[in-house]
């Protein structure tokens, strides 16, 4: 890999070449500086945010200031990996919210926004890349919908939600999103949206057939113990790894 810096451009270009896309999450400036030295060329400030740094059950608590507050830091970093930022619940409710939250985040450092839905927010979608804010989709289980949705579901089992994944997909590509997350969607149906789509997936508990895979890097590394989804093997224990050092460093006082 080229040392210039990763682009959206650069992300479609790796669906082409078919280069698997390695997306992790981070919210802060080491983690972000960490994750860009191993190369990582897509790295989120995700909303999940709220349940692993802030401490709320779900990612409905979390505001465009958290979102702005924890971007700057990870912008800090200037990473050569492409970094993007969530749009928080209800923050893209009409076009116009949704171009000036997206400002706010491009203000903050983020060089794309991703927002959670399909046609039902194509108006917005539409309006932020308009604005010239890069875009990427989200679809499959919808996190910020976990409440009136009542857990964490896989999509796509059923043949309106295979058509629906369809549609929106497609609806997202035609209005500009240069990548799409696929979050808990079945595995054939992750394949056949990576198969038809212009433009890269990045999946999240979808199976191996997406064009990418992202993970929240606490999961990866297990720096948040108390919840590990299913679908993430953890390649580290730093939970572990810090207490131990604690408890050392402790017991070397007396
Ligand atoms: O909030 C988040 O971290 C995300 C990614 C894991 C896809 O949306």
């Known amino acids: 890999m080229s040392l210039t810096k990763i682009t959206v451009e650069t ?12 997306a992790l999450t981070a919210y802060d400036f080491p983690m972000t500086k960490l994750l860009d030295e191993a190369g990582i060329p897509f790295i989120h400030v995700g909303d ?17 200031s958290d979102m702005e507050h924890h971007t700057r830091a990870a912008a800090r970093a200037k990473p050569r990996a492409l970094l993007g930022a969530d749009m928080p619940y209800r923050s893209y409710e009409t076009p116009a ?30 309006a932020i890349i308009a604005a010239g804010i890069p875009f990427c989709g989200h679809l499959g289980m919808l996190p910020q919908h976990v409440v009136e949705e009542g857990g964490y579901h896989v999509k796509g089992k059923k043949e309106p939600e295979h058509e629906a994944l369809l549609e929106d997909a497609k609806a997202l590509a035609e209005a500009g999103a240069f990548a799409i997350v696929l979050e ?5 149906v992750a394949r056949e949206l990576t198969q038809t789509l212009p433009i890269p997936t990045i999946g999240i508990g979808s ?17 948040f113990p108390w919840f590990t989804p299913r679908f993430v093997k953890p390649r580290a224990n730093c939970a572990a790894a810090i207490k131990t050092a604690v408890i050392d460093w402790k017991n070397s006082l007396v």
Do not use: W
Not at 48 to 64: E, I, N
Not at 184 to 188: A, M
């Open 207 to 223: 199976g191996p057939d997406c064009d990418g895979q992202i993970l929240v890097t606490s999961d990866l590394i297990g720096t």
């Open 11 to 22: 992300i479609g270009a790796m669906k082409t070449r078919g280069e698997k896309i390695a």
């Open 184 to 188: 808990l969607v079945t595995p054939p």
């Open 97 to 126: 919210d949704a171009v000036t939250n997206a400002k706010r985040l491009a203000a903050a450092g983020a060089e794309f926004v991703k927002a959670e839905g399909g046609r039902g927010i194509i108006g917005q979608v539409r």
């Open 48 to 64: 999940s945010l709220g349940m692993v740094v802030l401490g709320y059950p779900d990612t409905t608590h979390v505001t465009m």
